[in-house]
Structure formats: C-alpha cells, structure tokens
T-cell receptor, first 111, second 110 residues
Framework: DAKTTQPPSMDCAEGRAANLPCNHSTISGNEYVYWYRQIHSQGPQYIIHGLKNNETNEMASLIITEDRKSSTLILPHATLRDTAVYYCIVRGLSGTYKYIFGTGTRLKVLA | VTQTPKFRVLKTGQSMTLLCAQDMNHEYMYWYRQDPGLGLRQIYYSMNVEVTDKGDVPEGYKVSRKEKRNFPLILESPSPNQTSLYFC????????????FGPGTRLTVT
C-alpha cells in the first residue's frame, strides 16, 4: 500500500473552506484514497473516498489530481466541530488488509 | 460497533479480554491501538468467521472470531507497554469499503 504525506497541522477560520492536502506519489492504479477524521479520542470517522474522479458527499469534497499523486479534502464551510485530526489513507482492492493511518493533519478551526 | 469496557486498569499479568461487537453483518473486523505520536496501528484483523491474521503489532495479543458479530481481543499476560487506547472496526469488504469504528477502550496496565 502506498505511503501518504500530510502536513502535521493547519488552522482554518470558521465558515471558510478548509483544504487539507495529501501526497501519495507512489499510488498504484487500483488504490483508493480514503479520508477519515478523529475528534478528540473518539473512534475515527469515515469521510469520503475516491479512485480517480472527484467525489462529493454531504460532509466534504475530494479532489484527486489527474496523475493521482496527490489529493485535497475540502470541507466547504468549516465549523468548530470540524476541529479534528484528519487522516489520508491509500488502500487497494486486494493484497494485505492493513490500513496504515499515519499521524494525520491536526486541523484547528478558529472562531 | 460497540466496545466494552470503556476504561480498565489492570495489573501486569492480569489477563483481560476486550470485547467488540457489530450488528451490520460485516465480514471484516479489525483491532487497532493508538499511542501518542504513533497514530493508529493495526493489531489483528479477521476476514470472516474463524479466519484471522496478524497486523503490524500483534505481539502480546490473541484474537478469535467464532461468530460473525464478535471479535474479542485477548491479552493473556498484559505488560505496561500495552497501555493504550484500543479501537475495534468493521467493514463490509476491504478495498472499496469504509471502516466503522467503535468508541474505544482505554486500557492502563500498571
């Protein structure tokens, strides 16, 4: 499974869009990009995932570059409740069942 | 996904089973531990009843999967380095499926 690189921390003003980047330059053709977040010490929460097309759901949008070497999670109107650690994970359809979470990006939404 | 207990303090060598149950009829279940600065690390996973395999940090742990809904994590002789926050998760499949996490068990071994 490909390794991901994320900035350790980011700040965002409340009501503004939060754009969280992730580099996954060794991603292979059948690997998905997943995003999870963890608020305090709660269990991680699934946000969104995608293969090559951009994806949007009620929580966020996922933009994947054409070469698939990087992606951006967008929270369109960040609120204080979006303060959390955000994890970008790359995972294939087959192979091992290991999910490598890494240390993520700590997003702080400021009032 | 439910986990019990929420908190527990053990003495070294005092065996303990962390319970995990899911009611979503998921095939796959996972155990993770989370430690400061190290993120979430996978301990064991299960692809179906009676089918389990090691993750990245299996030492000192055992698992069993006798029923689809339950995936207990067994610490037969805990040591202080197993003090951690433990999460259980389940998913319908693997590659294209999201994982659903339980609320966690905070375990302290003294």
């Amino acid at each position: 499974d490909a390794k991901t690189t994320q900035p350790p921390s980011m700040d965002c003003a409340e009501g503004r869009a939060a754009n969280l980047p992730c580099n996954h330059s060794t991603i292979s053709g059948n690997e998905y990009v997943y995003w999870y977040r963890q608020i305090h010490s709660q269990g991680p929460q699934y946000i969104i995932h995608g293969l090559k097309n951009n994806e949007t759901n009620e929580m966020a949008s996922l933009i994947i570059t054409e070469d698939r070497k990087s992606s951006t999670l967008i929270l369109p109107h960040a609120t204080l409740r979006d303060t959390a650690v955000y994890y970008c994970i790359v995972r294939g359809l087959s192979g091992t069942y290991k999910y490598i979470f890494g240390t993520g990006t700590r997003l702080k939404v400021l009032a | 996904v439910t986990q019990t207990p929420k908190f527990r303090v053990l003495k070294t060598g005092q065996s303990m089973t962390l319970l995990c149950a899911q009611d979503m009829n998921h095939e796959y279940m996972y155990w993770y531990r989370q430690d400061p600065g190290l993120g979430l690390r996978q301990i064991y996973y299960s692809m179906n009843v009676e089918v389990t395999d090691k993750g990245d940090v299996p030492e000192g742990y055992k698992v069993s999967r006798k029923e689809k809904r339950n995936f207990p994590l067994i610490l037969e002789s805990p040591s202080p380095n197993q003090t951690s926050l433990y999460f259980c998760a389940s998913s319908y499949g693997t590659g294209g499926s999201e994982q659903y996490f339980g609320p966690g068990t905070r375990l302290t071994v003294t």
